[in-house]
């Protein structure tokens, strides 16, 4: 059992951490608007996630912690 | 549950200037996990440079120096010969390094200052708006070259890391990129063995990093990293250089 947080107002929208998931399951929320007016990214089916923190590795901006 | 990544303790909580997907921020973070997992965050003294990293003095936790454009290694020489016992990185761009900064970046090697310099590499001027940089591919587009770098006019792209390595003062240098996950941890690897490099008293020690520049490249982050890969690695071959700690340990 994994689990990734976003801190959603930190992101930037650049979508790296979803071209690296090996579970395709990082995605871009283009439902929200964040405070810095970009569609934050977020995890669909949380409970497929490994914990391998390659979106975290990628992720310029320190917005995702990753437990396992 | 065990953590098994959050931000590094030595990268302040602040929101860094470079723009989405600019790869600045995973070297910046990468220092900062370096100098946690060496334990040196009260002993490292930073110098800034002058370009898009020129806020570096507010992302990390230990002492920061801000430097002239170009002059950072010859800040930090004098930091060093100071305080012997700290250590003492720079983090600079290629326009700061490679072109206003040269004379200092090559002399502090030739000297074998005990300094270790973090080279961002991403073949533009990203601060002030996408114009040639010394390290700028032939035939790249940017603003200053509209039609692409013609060798004719502007010359060929400088290889510092090759450069530097044909010099006897310099103890540790590597070419590393930021494109994908495994090169990012081999990045990591050689911005720890050239902090180590300076621990041990080797001499001068720099790590370049290909990096990206999706605004100024015109590109999404996604593109820019596989033009990273495409155009600026067959240009700027990764690997090590110059290595004299893993000489002496044979």
Same mark, same amino acid.
């Given at each position: +059992?994994a689990?990734?947080?976003?801190r959603?107002?930190?992101?930037?929208?650049?979508?790296?951490c979803?071209t690296?998931?090996p579970?395709?399951?990082?995605? +871009?929320d283009?439902?929200?608007?964040?405070?810095?007016?970009?569609?934050?990214a977020?995890?669909?089916e +949380?409970?497929?996630c490994?914990?391998c923190a +390659?979106c975290a590795t990628?992720c310029p901006?320190?917005?995702i912690k990753?437990?396992? | 549950?065990e953590?098994v990544?959050?931000?590094?303790?030595?990268?302040?909580?602040v929101?860094t200037?470079?723009?989405?997907g600019c790869?600045?921020?995973i070297?910046?973070r990468?220092v900062?996990?370096?100098?946690d997992?060496?334990?040196?965050?009260g002993?490292?003294?930073g110098?800034a440079?002058v370009g898009?990293?020129?806020?570096?003095?507010?992302?990390?936790?230990?002492?920061m120096?801000e430097? /002239?454009?170009?002059r950072?290694?010859?800040v /930090?020489?004098?930091i060093?010969?100071v305080h012997p016992e700290n250590l003492?990185?720079?983090?600079?761009?290629?326009g700061d390094?490679?072109?206003i900064g040269t004379?200092?970046?090559?002399?502090?090697a030739a000297?074998s200052?005990?300094i270790t310099?973090?080279f961002?590499? $991403?073949?533009i001027?990203g601060?002030?708006g996408?114009q040639?940089?010394?390290?700028?591919l032939v035939?790249?587009?940017?603003?200053?070259?509209?039609y692409?770098?013609?060798?004719?006019?502007?010359?060929?792209?400088?290889r510092?890391s090759?450069?530097l390595?044909?010099?006897?003062?310099?103890?540790?240098?590597?070419?590393v990129a930021?494109?994908?996950?495994p $090169?990012i941890?081999?990045?990591k /690897?050689a911005?720890?063995? /050239?902090f180590?490099c300076?621990?041990d008293?080797?001499?001068?020690s720099?790590?370049?990093?290909?990096?990206?520049?999706p605004? $100024?490249w015109g590109?999404?982050?996604?593109?820019?990293?596989?033009?990273l890969?495409? $155009?600026?690695?067959?240009?700027?071959?990764l690997?090590?250089?110059?290595d004299?700690l893993?000489?002496?340990?044979?």
């Amino acid at each position: +059992m994994a689990r990734v947080t976003f801190r959603a107002d930190r992101c930037k929208g650049c979508g790296l951490c979803t071209t690296v998931c090996p579970k395709k399951i990082v995605i +871009m929320d283009t439902e929200t608007i964040n405070e810095k007016g970009f569609h934050p990214a977020t995890v669909i089916e +949380m409970e497929k996630c490994i914990g391998c923190a +390659m979106c975290a590795t990628i992720c310029p901006d320190c917005v995702i912690k990753v437990e396992r | 549950m065990e953590t098994v990544f959050d931000r590094p303790h030595a990268l302040s909580d602040v929101v860094t200037n470079f723009c989405p997907g600019c790869t600045h921020g995973i070297i910046t973070r990468l220092v900062a996990e370096v100098l946690d997992e060496l334990g040196m965050e009260g002993k490292a003294v930073g110098v800034a440079p002058v370009g898009c990293s020129v806020m570096a003095y507010n992302f990390y936790e230990c002492d920061m120096q801000e430097a /002239a454009h170009g002059r950072a290694p010859a800040v /930090a020489t004098g930091i060093k010969r100071v305080h012997p016992e700290n250590l003492v990185f720079t983090y600079q761009g290629d326009g700061d390094l490679a072109a206003i900064g040269t004379a200092e970046t090559v002399h502090a090697a030739a000297r074998s200052e005990n300094i270790t310099i973090i080279f961002v590499n $991403n073949a533009i001027y990203g601060m002030t708006g996408g114009q040639m940089a010394p390290t700028s591919l032939v035939g790249q587009v940017t603003q200053t070259t509209p039609y692409g770098r013609k060798v004719e006019d502007q010359g060929y792209p400088i290889r510092m890391s090759e450069m530097l390595s044909t010099l006897e003062g310099s103890a540790y240098i590597e070419r590393v990129a930021v494109d994908s996950v495994p $090169n990012i941890r081999k990045a990591k /690897a050689a911005i720890k063995k /050239a902090f180590q490099c300076q621990l041990d008293k080797k001499g001068f020690s720099l790590v370049e990093v290909l990096s990206t520049c999706p605004t $100024n490249w015109g590109k999404s982050p996604e593109e820019a990293l596989d033009w990273l890969r495409e $155009n600026m690695m067959p240009q700027y071959p990764l690997g090590v250089y110059c290595d004299k700690l893993s000489k002496e340990g044979e």
